[in-house]
Structures are given as structure tokens and as C-alpha cells.
């Protein structure tokens, strides 16, 4: 079966400083991924999709950026993290020929 | 372009009660539509989804959802909630070719003994 890690769980970083999360997928060839974030009291808003290796969407302008250096690995990067950029990510895929996203578990950012 | 609208920031209700959490969509083509509950601190979890065919859909959990065309709508039910209901819940669209999605702003679930 198919499961998807993401972490860390929780992180709490200084404004300034940079960023990796990460995301992989286990059981599957192939993924769709996305991260997502969701800001306090708001819904979940896309950021980045990619269907393939080194194939990058972006769907916001913004401070972060995305990478896919293996097929079931994807990362969520900044060179210097803003206040703004608190919240909660979360990682998804789906397969090709599947309309289902399927989410990982989040990691709670705080830039303080 | 796509969108979905939940106008309910907040519902609360007694267990026992019976629910409905509203969600409408603005989509050109036939949508795909999905709920989601997010446990506090926790991912999503899939409730259900709408591609095609029979409009009522069952979900998990006792949820079941009907997709009304004329009404751009795609309302949540539950006969008889369950204090482990509470939760948010969000209503999506599948909306690009990489299957993502387009959610609304979530409705927050409260759930009174």
C-alpha cells in the first residue's frame, strides 16, 4: 500500500533563517505532488505541484520554492524564512490516472 | 476559474443532532468534488467524492454527500453526530490537469454533549 512521510512534524525557526521540509512517498512510481499551506484561519491554498522530476508548478508568487530531486521525493525550501510564512504545510499526492489527493500528516512551521 | 465556497465559518451542534454543512462550486466543466475532515494538527482525510453517476455519494463515517447540479452545490450530511465528529471540514474541486485542488475556506465543527 501507499503511504507518504512527511517532517519534520513541528518546527519553530528565526525570521531570517532558511528552510527544508520534506516529503516522500512510499509504494507508487510515478506521483503527482503538491504542498500545500494552511494560515491561521484561513483554508488550504496550493503552492507548488509537480508531475514529474524537476518539474516544478508554482501557484503563488512568494518567498518559497519547491524541488523534486527523485520521483517520490518533494521539497519545500527557503533561503530566508518571513513571519508571513507561518502555518501548516501539508504534502499530497495522487497517481496520474486517480483524481484522489492523499495527504501526509503536516509540519506546524512558527517563524518567530 | 474554479472555485468553492463553504459560507459556514462555524457549526455547532448537540450529538445526536443531525447535520449539514453547505459547499458550493464554480467550475465550467463537470466538477470532481471531494469533503475532507482535518483532525487538530493532523492532515486530511478523505470523507468522500463526486466524479460521475449516482448524485447521493456515502462516505465514511456515516457521511453522506448529494451533488445538485442546478444549484452548484455539494452539501455534507449526517443524520446523527457523534461527539468524534468535531473537526473542520473542507469541500474541494479538482482543478488542473496534475489533479490538484481548489479548497474553500473550511467550516469548523463543534459538537456540544
Known amino acids: 500500500s501507499q503511504t507518504i512521510h512527511q517532517w519534520p512534524a513541528t518546527l519553530v525557526q528565526p525570521v531570517g533563517s532558511p528552510l527544508s521540509l520534506e516529503c516522500t512517498v512510499e509504494?507508487?512510481?510515478?506521483?503527482?505532488l503538491y504542498w500545500y499551506r494552511q494560515a491561521a484561519g484561513r483554508g488550504l491554498q496550493l503552492l507548488f505541484y509537480s508531475v514529474g522530476i524537476g518539474q516544478i508548478s508554482s501557484e503563488v508568487p512568494q518567498n518559497l520554492s519547491a524541488s523534486r530531486p527523485q520521483d517520490r521525493q518533494f521539497i519545500l525550501s527557503s533561503k530566508k524564512l518571513l513571519l508571513s510564512d507561518s502555518g501548516f504545510y501539508l504534502c499530497?499526492?495522487?497517481?496520474?490516472?486517480?483524481?484522489?489527493?492523499?495527504f501526509g500528516q503536516g509540519t506546524r512551521l512558527t517563524v518567530v | 476559474a474554479q472555485s468553492v465556497t463553504q459560507p459556514d465559518i462555524h457549526i455547532t451542534v448537540s450529538e445526536g443532532a443531525s447535520l449539514e454543512l453547505r459547499c458550493n462550486y464554480s467550475?465550467?466543466?463537470?466538477?470532481?468534488l471531494f469533503w475532507y475532515v482535518q483532525s487538530p494538527g493532523q492532515g486530511l482525510q478523505l470523507l468522500l467524492k463526486?466524479?460521475?453517476?449516482?448524485?447521493l455519494v456515502q462516505g465514511i463515517k456515516g457521511f453522506e454527500a448529494e451533488f445538485k447540479r442546478s444549484q452548484s452545490s455539494f452539501n455534507l450530511r449526517k443524520p446523527s453526530v457523534h461527539w468524534s465528529d468535531a473537526a473542520e471540514y473542507f469541500c474541494?474541486?479538482?482543478?488542473?490537469?496534475?489533479?490538484?485542488?481548489?479548497f474553500g475556506s473550511g467550516t469548523q465543527l463543534t459538537v456540544l454533549p
Open positions: 467550475y465550467g466543466a463537470t466538477p470532481y
Open positions: 474541494a474541486v479538482v482543478s488542473g490537469s496534475a489533479r490538484q485542488l481548489t
Open positions: 509504494g507508487t512510481s510515478n506521483p503527482n
Open positions: 499530497a499526492w495522487s497517481k496520474g490516472t486517480e483524481l484522489i489527493n492523499y
Open positions: 463526486y466524479f460521475s453517476g449516482d448524485t
